[in-house]
């Protein structure tokens, strides 16, 4: 008897359902990987998922794609009443001071600025990591690599350190950090950021055309060189302001000390000295700066036009000087030569001769023609030249 009035009762209803169908109620159809928000006096009632259905006239249906976003047809905050909507959804709050690096599937595909955002659940699987753009630090995660994207340039600032340097860090203008070489990501806010950085490479530095008076008040002028490193950055760039200039005027004044207490005379004697004189004495003050120095040395001492043409003439006279003691040696020499070779031949005769011949074999070869004239006793006084007396 139930069976029967069970059957009835679906037979009235299946005889009801085309009257109704025609005249009141629509067909609507739901495609995969879309979802149907059925509203009612702008209230959600229901979900469809994809099939075909039939509404009411006074039930309207919105249409919503699962592979996107989800853009609310009416204020968020009605859908978010029914129950079954949270379910299907991911709800995602950005904050003022936040943006959310939005990834699919494990890939990267947009950022999300501070607002509220709906995501389907079940299609694709979504991922966010919250960036507060407050912080200093980059410490959520973020591939590096996302930093050059176009979607992350607007909110990103870059500071690259070079293998040669390293770079003294400041946050809103206090001292924060030493930093090694590299690139440093960091997000623009309000927060101020600066790197001052120093090169570690060995540099030299000019002191040129310092004009100095020595202990004799002789001007002149000496271009001297220096070589150094930077050894504490942060002597160098935090305890002192423009480091290079103060070590500029240190290696000056030391240069002008040792010039100072010398004459022209002892400064030209000891030239190879200043170097070291000026290392020594400004080494306690240069490590005051983070700095330590290399080597240093003097380029050129330029004195003045008249006391340079007083040297030349002093010169001049000392080598002069020096030639007519040398030439006075040889002809000493030269003397003391002719008289051992005097002796020698007054001692020997055929020594004599033989000196005798020398002499005239030298002016024979300058002798195109001789003449004869006199009397016979010519031909004597030849023979006496040329053969010894044998007595």
Do not use: C, H
């Given at each position: ?123 694709i699987d979504y991922k ?204 000493t020499a030269s003397t ?56």
């Open positions: 008897m139930i069976t029967i009035n069970i059957n009835q009762e679906s037979a009235e209803i299946k005889f009801a359902l085309p009257k109704i169908k025609n005249k009141k109620m629509k067909r609507v159809k739901i495609n995969a990987w879309k979802k149907g928000l059925v509203f009612k006096n702008d209230n959600l009632i229901k979900l469809l998922n994809e099939g075909v259905y039939w509404l009411w006239p006074s039930e309207v249906v919105f249409e919503s794609d699962m592979t996107k976003r989800f853009d609310a047809p009416v204020n968020l905050n009605i859908l978010l009443k029914n129950e079954d909507f949270v379910n299907a959804t991911s709800i995602v709050e950005v904050k003022n001071n936040e943006i959310v690096l939005q990834y699919e599937n494990n890939l990267f595909v947009g950022v999300l600025t501070p607002g509220r955002y709906i995501f389907w659940k079940g299609l966010f990591i919250v960036a507060d753009l407050n912080a200093i630090e980059m410490d959520v995660g973020i591939d590096r690599s996302l930093f050059s994207r176009k979607e992350l340039l607007p909110y990103v600032r870059t500071f690259a350190v070079e293998p040669f340097e390293k770079a003294v860090m400041y946050v809103d203008g206090k001292f924060n950090k030493i930093v090694e070489a590299g690139t440093y990501y960091f997000w623009k806010n309000s927060t101020s950021i600066v790197f001052s950085k120093a090169d570690l490479r060995t540099m030299q530095m000019e002191i040129a055309g310092q004009e100095i008076l020595t202990k004799d008040k002789a001007a002149l002028r000496i271009n001297f060189y220096l070589q150094y490193n930077i050894k504490d950055i942060v002597k160098a760039i935090v305890n002192n302001k423009e480091y290079d200039k103060q070590l500029y005027v240190l290696m000056q004044l030391a240069l002008r000390e040792f010039v100072g207490a010398l004459t022209l005379d002892e400064l030209l004697e000891k030239k190879e000295n200043i170097s070291t004189y000026v290392m020594e004495s400004a080494a306690e003050k240069v490590e005051a700066l983070g700095v330590v120095l290399k080597g240093s040395g003097i380029r050129d001492i330029i004195l003045p036009g008249d006391v340079k043409e007083i040297m030349n003439q002093v010169l001049v006279a000392e080598k002069k000087a020096q030639a007519n003691t040398i030439m006075r040696r040889e002809e003391r030569s002719l008289l051992n070779t005097a002796k020698l031949m007054e001692d020997n005769a055929m020594l004599f001769k033989l000196k005798e011949m020398e002499y005239v074999e030298k002016i024979a070869e300058k002798i195109n023609n001789i003449s004869l004239s006199g009397g016979s006793d010519l031909v004597g006084q030849l023979k006496q030249i040329f053969v010894p007396d044998k007595k």
